[in-house]
């Protein structure tokens, strides 16, 4: 049973940066695409970026594109995600998820791809 668990969200003003890291366990497949998502109070939960484990291949969307990077360690099982430039609107529940074989792309950044979850974590971007 694949796990993930998610850490590294804070209390940030703005204009500042956090690390996020998802450490997964469990793994079975040669190859599973690592999502990062968010979900604001109210707010429909929304793709950020992802990542292809084997090949390391990425997608951003729109609204992180240029602030926020994401990364791998493999030999750690983990993923990463560079936040800088932290905006109010950034303030939200932050969630990985992975599933095994799904190809890197737009298509990743939907919530209904993916089979497994982590917790999440909560980052707050005060003004």
């Known amino acids: 049973q694949v796990q993930l668990v998610e850490s590294g969200g804070a209390l940030v003003q703005s204009g500042g940066s956090l690390r996020l890291s998802c450490v997964g366990s469990?793994?079975?497949?040669?190859?599973?695409?690592i999502g990062w998502f968010r979900q604001a109070p109210g707010k429909k939960r929304e793709g950020i970026s992802c990542?292809?484990?084997?090949?390391?291949?990425?997608y951003y969307a729109d609204s992180v594109k240029g602030r926020f990077t994401i990364s791998r360690d493999n030999a750690k099982n983990t993923v990463f995600l560079q936040m800088n430039n932290l905006k109010p609107e950034d303030t939200a529940v932050y969630y990985c998820a992975a599933e095994a074989r799904l190809g890197i792309g737009k298509r990743a950044l939907g919530e209904y791809e993916y089979d497994y979850w982590g917790q999440g974590t909560q980052v707050t971007v005060s003004s």
């Open positions: 990542i292809g484990t084997s090949d390391g291949s990425t």
């Open positions: 469990g793994f079975t497949s040669d190859y599973y695409a």
